[in-house]
């Protein structure tokens, strides 16, 4: 059963500390989507890869989120400096091209909970 | 004014109940449209996709009207397992960029 897996599940940090969350994509998927989730924003789009090229970062706060993929295996998202504003569960998900309009799928990881004091 | 809304609800039935969450988008260029589910801590997982002709699964059902850019989730029969988040989401054009709604909580009682 493939499943997107993501380190660590929970991460309780200090303001000003570097996190760094890891996501491994299900096998043979090519598109990697980072998401973060807050009870206020809901479920928002940070960044997301195909091929392991960055297609669109605009959701991310840019001077102090990076996002890479540095093989098709593994994707990371740091965040450096850490803020309190930053806690929140952080979603990774992949998928691969739909066949048809309709039929594309996400699967989602089980995701980092974030805790910044 | 978000681009996908929903009522957050909660939405508290008794089962055996038939329960309909609606939601709408603002984007008319939305192309694709699905209800995801989220359990409490857990991961958003696809429901079901939803298709202009409206398409049944079980004891759901979705409709989507173009025309008034809304979209229907119908759960019939509910089951105490169905207690949830159900999350409304539309893909625009191009590379599988989801919008997700804030979600409609549902809890079912005995």
């Known amino acids: 059963d493939a499943r997107v897996t993501q380190t660590p599940r929970h991460k309780v940090t200090e303001m000003g500390q570097e996190v760094t969350m890891r996501c491994q994509p299900i096998?043979?998927?090519?598109?990697v989507f980072w998401y973060r989730q807050t009870m206020m924003q809901g479920l928002e789009l940070l960044a997301y890869?195909?091929?392991?090229?960055?297609?669109?970062d605009s959701g991310m706060p840019k001077d102090r989120f990076s996002a890479e993929m540095p093989d098709a295996t593994l994707a990371t998202l740091k965040i450096q400096p850490s803020e309190p504003r930053d806690s929140a569960v952080y979603f990774c998900?992949?998928?691969?091209?739909?066949?048809?309009?309709?039929?594309?799928?996400?699967?989602f990881g089980p995701g980092t909970r974030l805790t910044v004091l | 004014r978000k681009e996908v809304e929903q009522d957050p609800g909660p939405f508290n039935v008794p089962e055996g109940a038939t329960v309909a969450f609606n939601c709408t988008y603002s984007?008319?260029?939305?192309?694709?449209f699905f209800w995801y589910r989220q359990d409490c801590r857990k991961e958003p997982k696809l429901l079901m996709s939803?298709?202009?002709s409206g398409n049944e699964d079980g004891r759901f059902t979705a409709q989507l009207n173009r025309a008034s850019q809304y979209i229907s989730l119908l759960i019939r029969d509910s089951k105490l397992s169905d207690s949830a988040t159900y999350l409304c989401?539309?893909?625009?054009?191009?590379?599988?960029?989801?919008?997700f709604g804030t979600g409609t909580r549902l809890l079912v009682s005995p």
């Open positions: 989401v539309v893909m625009n054009t191009g590379f599988q960029k989801l919008v």
């Open positions: 939803v298709y202009s």
């Open positions: 998900a992949s998928g691969s091209p739909p066949a048809s309009v309709g039929t594309d799928t996400q699967y």
């Open positions: 096998l043979g998927h090519n598109t």
């Open positions: 984007n008319s260029a939305s192309q694709s």
């Open positions: 890869f195909r091929n392991r090229a960055p297609l669109d």
